[in-house]
Nanobody, 118 residues
């Protein structure tokens, strides 16, 4: 069974930084794209950032220049460095990954809450 476990969320003041981590474990042959999504209260889940297995990245316009996604393939882990945080970044952040055990399947973590105060 494959699991994604996020960590690193919390409460931070506006302008501060947080680093999220997401580790994949279980029966893993390979991991394709990995990414971070977020869902704020009353809003739909949205893509924040994604990184392909080869390292190419894409970001939501709202986080470009402030957030950086990276991955450590040896550790099956994806990171999200969040700088210059704003109150509007407050949301539950979810890790997502396409993982191949036998066939590729899209997995989600349970989420980690990020709260940015004024």
């Amino acid at each position: 069974q494959v699991q994604l476990v996020e960590s690193g969320g919390g409460l931070v003041q506006a302008g501060g930084s947080l680093r999220l981590s997401c580790a994949a474990s279980g029966s893993i042959s390979s991991i394709n794209a990995m990414g971070w999504y977020r869902q704020a209260p009353g809003k739909q889940r949205e893509l924040v950032a994604a990184i392909a297995s080869g390292g190419s990245t894409n970001y939501a316009d709202s986080v470009k220049g402030r957030f950086t996604i990276s991955r450590d393939n040896a550790k099956n882990t994806v990171y999200l460095q969040m700088n210059s945080l704003k109150p509007e970044d407050t949301a539950v952040y979810y890790c997502n990954a396409e993982i191949r055990s036998v066939l590729p399947i899209n997995y989600w973590g349970k989420g980690t809450l990020v709260t940015v105060s004024l």
